[in-house]
């Protein structure tokens, strides 16, 4: 009996200790160095160990279709380590939970497929033939003629077209004006939606006068999570039998999920930065030239295998598509399924219910120029120092301070200002050098009401030398 390969099972272990053994080197694990491994330990290996103990036999599947699963799977796989574990999710997800997690799953898919192949090569051998085992070892050559006669069926019944000359001979149909004929009344309604909808979500979020509105949101979140995704599904699978729905459907969330994080990245590395307008136009123009790419790859599919979206029957076609899937196949799309509904869920939560981030307060000086550099640390008695004492408010409210400056127990500044949030307030501190020696200049932020415990503080060492005086500024120290 003929066996089953493992070649991809040991490279996904051999990249797993690969992966492991580079983190653990303190040299190599440094940016950039450390993308590569991070990557593979975070986004495909586990993934792939994961989809190859569900479907075993994955020869069945297609490469492009192999990658999205591991990545998908890698991605839920990592986020719940993450989230079930009560320890920084940093060192022991990547150190010790995936790896583990994906040493247990290589295992569990070798035996898987293992058993699998077996299984699925007797039932091949029983589907083609009608025979058992036993029977097909003795009876040879009643094995021989009825594989013939199942060709002689095949070839029969196939869907070449073809003609009989006066002279006997067999030559092919022309099937120029057929394909003209399909393509003459071909509509990709699904694929028009998906511009419209592309454009229509760009309106209504540069526009002023429709940026307000509650469509804004549901388009803006449509975008970010379906179109791009389902553009690319099309443009990638043009054919009917290539996915099913439940398979287009999760793909779609999923590959936008993933699309939309990697466009900020790429941005981020350009001028124009992390911000609405380049994410929202790179976005949208991705969408449009997937689906333009799409149109033209379903027109040069054969009328009888391309795609269509029947939308009075979409989702009794859904709900179908499960009754003819293996035991395997349903695991993996109610999993697929319940990945996206927790990604949309979560994101419309962020969406509706922004987590209030972090309290703070900034407290910084700067030199003259606006710098921090350039401080007036060496002076001459008598000489001018000024500074710049900057107030940040990032406590998520409005908030009042009490700002004093002292030197060498002597109040230079006194004052009580009041800030909204994310209001800064850059405040000019002029003083004037006095007796000779070195000193310590203090800058205390108290937050009121609470006047008797420092919140920030700051501290500058002056050197003041013998000279002649000069003018007076906030106060001399």
Do not use: C
């Not at 013939?148 to 030559?171: A, F, M, P």
């Not at 549901?218 to 553009?231: I, S």
């Not at 459907?249 to 590959?255: I, N």
């Not at 991705?286 to 391309?306: F, N």
């Amino acid at each position: 009996m003929i066996k089953p390969s493992y070649r991809d099972l040991l490279f996904v272990l051999v990249l797993t200790v690969a992966s492991v053994t580079w983190l653990s080197i303190p040299v190599l694990d440094k940016y950039p160095f450390n993308i590569v491994p991070y990557f593979l330990l975070l986004l495909f290996l586990s993934g792939y160990s994961f989809l190859a103990v569900l479907k075993p036999l994955l020869y069945r599947m297609g490469v492009v279709m192999r990658v999205i699963y591991s990545m998908v799977l890698s991605l839920l796989l990592t986020v719940g380590v993450s989230l079930l574990s009560v320890f920084n999710p940093t060192s022991i997800a990547m150190f010790v939970v995936i790896p583990v997690l994906t040493f247990i799953l290589i295992i569990a898919a070798f035996i898987r497929r293992r058993f699998a192949f077996r299984s699925a090569f007797l039932d091949r051998i029983k589907e083609d033939v009608g025979f058992d085992e036993k029977q097909i070892l003795v009876e040879r050559e009643d094995l021989g003629q009825k594989l013939l006669d199942k060709l002689e069926v095949e070839v029969s019944g196939s869907k070449i077209n073809e003609k009989i000359e006066s002279d006997g001979k067999i030559e092919p149909v022309k099937d120029e004006k057929k394909k003209i004929k399909d393509n003459k009344g071909f509509y990709a309604w699904d694929l028009v939606l998906i511009g419209f909808f592309t454009i229509l979500s760009v309106l209504f979020i540069l526009l002023p006068v429709l940026s307000g509105t509650v469509p804004r949101t549901v388009l803006g979140l449509f975008l970010v999570l379906f179109l791009p995704g389902y553009a690319l599904i099309a443009a990638l699978f043009p054919k009917q039998g290539d996915l099913d729905g439940v398979e287009r459907l999760a793909l779609s969330f999923g590959l936008s999920i993933a699309v939309t994080p990697l466009i900020g990245l790429a941005l981020n590395y350009t001028s124009y930065g992390i911000r609405l307008d380049p994410i929202l136009l790179s976005l949208s123009s991705l969408t449009i030239l997937l689906v333009a790419v799409a149109y033209l790859r379903r027109r040069l599919t054969a009328s009888e295998s391309r795609f269509l979206v029947d939308f009075g029957g979409f989702f009794k076609s859904v709900g179908g598509s499960f009754s003819g899937e293996s035991r395997t196949g349903k695991v993996l799309s109610v999993i697929l399924i319940l990945s996206i509904l927790v990604a949309v869920s979560a994101t419309v939560y962020v969406v509706v219910e922004p987590k209030v981030g972090e309290s703070f307060t900034e407290f910084y000086i700067l030199g003259p120029n606006g710098m921090a550099s350039d401080y007036p640390t060496n002076l001459t008695s008598g000489e001018n120092g000024s500074l710049l004492i900057g107030i940040v408010n990032h406590e998520n409210k409005k908030a009042s301070y009490h700002l004093v400056v002292t030197s060498g127990g002597v109040v230079q500044m006194d004052e009580v200002v009041t800030l909204n949030n994310g209001q800064t307030l850059m405040i000019p501190f002029n003083f004037t050098a006095g007796q000779p020696g070195s000193r310590e200049m203090d800058f205390m932020l108290y937050k009121l009401p609470d006047d008797s415990n420092v919140y920030r503080s700051l501290h500058l060492w002056l050197n003041v030398s013998a000279s002649s005086t000069g003018p007076v500024g906030n106060g001399t120290v």
